[in-house]
């Protein structure tokens, strides 16, 4: 099931990496700024991104950080976010392929890992957690972002069928303190978290960025009519100017290796 998801992600993601490189959400969202300025970079530090996508947050850090590995599973992704970095006149961004399951890199290698709207994916989410820890330094930061879910099982569970219906490389979104439990079994502890941030999407857009069926559009707005009352404050769905406008919740946590 692993490497089918895996699969999924590169098929999706592949297809689309010219629309996330232009996505307001993933190129100038919320959470980027607030991702930067909770971690604090330091001009010493080496830094790895993780499923950088189209590279948003990895040029983010790039002019404040000594230097950038953006790595992804998707090697269109990776293109294009090099493109983007030589455009920007970045010369310390590197790209790598990489799992984030299972990184090629050395123990105790970066100042900072920074993941963003990734985590979702991850099949193995644990997995990866691991590999996070074992590549930072002691004492080193893990900047995360990920959209999350409320804490009722079956409401979360209506929610992830609903993404998972838009796009097939979905996993899981969880909610916030099942990540940081998950944070602090593999030995990160969360110092700083934002609060819950909101961003309203368009749903053709939201869909087309996935190249969604217009079949699959009709079960989507069906299953928006009809959420549980707990998703209501998360969905916030309106209807206006012919089309359907509706909410995510996202979070950014920083979290600290524990030195042994």
Known sequence: ????????????????????????????????????????????????????????????????????????????????????????????????????????????????????LAFHHFPNPRQALAEFARVLKPGGLLGFTDNVTVPEKQAAGYYNAFEKLRDPSHNWVYPQVRLEAMFAEAGLVVEKSSQLLMKELEFHDWADRQHVSPENKEKLLEMMRHIPAALQPLFAPRWADGTLYFSLWEVVLVARLQQN
């Open 1 to 116: 099931m692993s490497d089918e998801l895996k699969a999924k992600v590169q098929s999706q993601f592949g297809a689309s990496a010219d629309s996330y490189a232009t996505s307001s959400v993933h190129a100038r969202g919320d959470s980027l700024a607030v991702l930067l300025n909770l971690v604090e970079p330091q001009p010493h530090w080496r830094a790895l991104d993780v499923a950088t996508g189209a590279g948003h947050t990895a040029l983010l850090f790039a002019p404040r950080v000594s230097h950038v590995v953006a790595s992804d599973l998707t090697e269109p992704m990776l293109a294009k976010a090099a493109e983007l970095a030589a455009q920007r006149g970045l010369t310390n961004v590197e790209t790598r392929k990489a799992d984030a399951e299972s990184l090629p890199f050395e123990d105790n290698s970066f100042d900072l890992v920074t993941c963003r």
